[in-house]
Antibody
Framework: QVQLVESGGGVVQPGRSLRLSCVAS????????MHWVRQAPGKGLEWVAV????????YHADSVKGRFTISRDNSKNTLYLQMNSLRPEDTAVYYC????????????????WGQGTLVTVSS | SSELTQDPTVSVALGQTVRITCQGD??????ANWYQQKPGQAPVLVIL???NRPSGIPDRFSASNSGKTASLTITGSQAEDEADYYC???????????FGGGTRLSVL
């Protein structure tokens, strides 16, 4: 069965960096695009970034562009989110999610989601 | 980018039919997808694209689209359907996604 396990969350001071990881299993990781989606406490879902199955393209939300970078290592079945210059408004649960369409040169929509990792940005 | 608008709260009597709507310019070009999220849990995809239910999603969930409005219909609402529901679609770039603000469904 599809499993996505995020890690790397924690408490970090404003302006600092953090790298999230997501280890995938139960499917051919290198065949699927992957997303990061976040949810601030008590708020709705916010899409953060997507990377195509082969890593050739990646797109980020305007709210994180220039500060966050999505990447992947298909040899390790692992998705990453490098978060720099963190702000208090980045506080959220960060979900890793698989795109619904394999071998898709584009951005589909997430189908399977991990359980999330909490990032708290506070001094 | 573009926005998707949802009613914050909707209620339905047990066993009745409810429609949850999502409005936005991007829906003229792209289908909405729908997610269910219960407290403390990750979202679950309930409708993909035009009107496709992933495996395990009951057939009481269906979707429709008209112009800039997408709708999720639950026919014969059950107590376990009480949850937050989110729509999403691609934004005007075609490569980024956008989520609606979510609708909290209460089953009375």
């Amino acid at each position: 069965q599809v499993q996505l396990v995020e890690s790397g969350g924690g408490v970090v001071q404003p302006g600092r960096s953090l790298r999230l990881s997501c280890v995938a299993s139960g499917f051919i990781f290198s065949s699927y695009g992957m997303h990061w989606v976040r949810q601030a406490p008590g708020k709705g879902l916010e899409w953060v970034a997507v990377i195509w199955f082969d890593g050739t393209n990646k797109y980020h939300a305007d709210s994180v562009k220039g500060r966050f970078t999505i990447s992947r290592d298909n040899s390790k079945n692992t998705l990453y989110l490098q978060m720099n210059s963190l702000r208090p408004e980045d506080t959220a649960v960060y979900y890793c999610a698989r795109d619904s369409a394999p071998y898709y040169y584009g951005s589909g929509t997430p189908d399977y989601w991990g359980q999330g990792t909490l990032v708290t940005v506070s001094s | 980018s573009s926005e998707l608008t949802q009613d914050p709260t909707v209620s339905v009597a047990l066993g009745q039919t409810v429609r949850i709507t999502c409005q936005g310019d991007s829906l003229k070009s792209y289908y909405a997808n729908w997610y269910q999220q219960k407290p403390g849990q990750a979202p679950v995809l309930v409708i993909l694209g035009k009107n496709n239910r992933p495996s395990g999603i009951p057939d009481r969930f269906s979707a429709s689209n008209s112009g800039k409005t997408a709708s999720l219909t639950i026919t014969g609402s059950q107590a376990e359907d009480e949850a937050d529901y989110y729509c999403n679609s691609r934004d005007s770039s075609g490569y980024r996604l956008v989520f609606g603000g979510g609708t909290r469904l209460s089953v009375l």
